[in-house]
């Protein structure tokens, strides 16, 4: 074998330390990924910058909400009236089929029975003559 030069020697040195401090570095990621994969730190970045972003967001929305309902009560109870309503429309619905039912039927027992009818004492005081009539 021919001898080598020295510069080489040493070159060849710090490649060799660079390779193991690679392969030491590869090592570690390995086993980093193990625990933890690459889509869970990717999803876990992304849920951590986005939940982040939108606490901001929400942040500044109700800042601006505070201010806006400090100046318009008014437009804040109505919106929350037409809340509470849609929130309890099956049971309004169901009151006023149950109001509009009633006067349905009020309005056919007025129908069926006609403005100059008897009262029932005259009715029931004519059934016996009209029982004897017949058996005569």
Known sequence: MT???PSFLEDRALRDAARAVLEEDI?????????????????????TTVTSRIKAGAGDVLAQAKASAADNPGIIALV?????????????????????????????????TPA????????????????EEQAA
């Open 116 to 131: 100059d009818a008897q009262d029932t004492d005259d009715v029931g005081a004519s059934l016996p003559e009209t029982i």
């Open 3 to 5: 001898a080598l030069p």
């Open 27 to 47: 090592a570690r990621l390995r086993a980093s990924l193990d625990e933890q994969g690459v889509a869970s730190r990717v999803s876990s970045s992304v849920s």
């Open 80 to 112: 929350i009236g037409a809340i509470l309503l849609w929130l309890m429309r099956g049971t309004v619905l169901d009151l006023i089929e149950t109001a509009l039912e009633g006067e349905d039927e009020a309005e056919g027992d007025a129908a069926l």
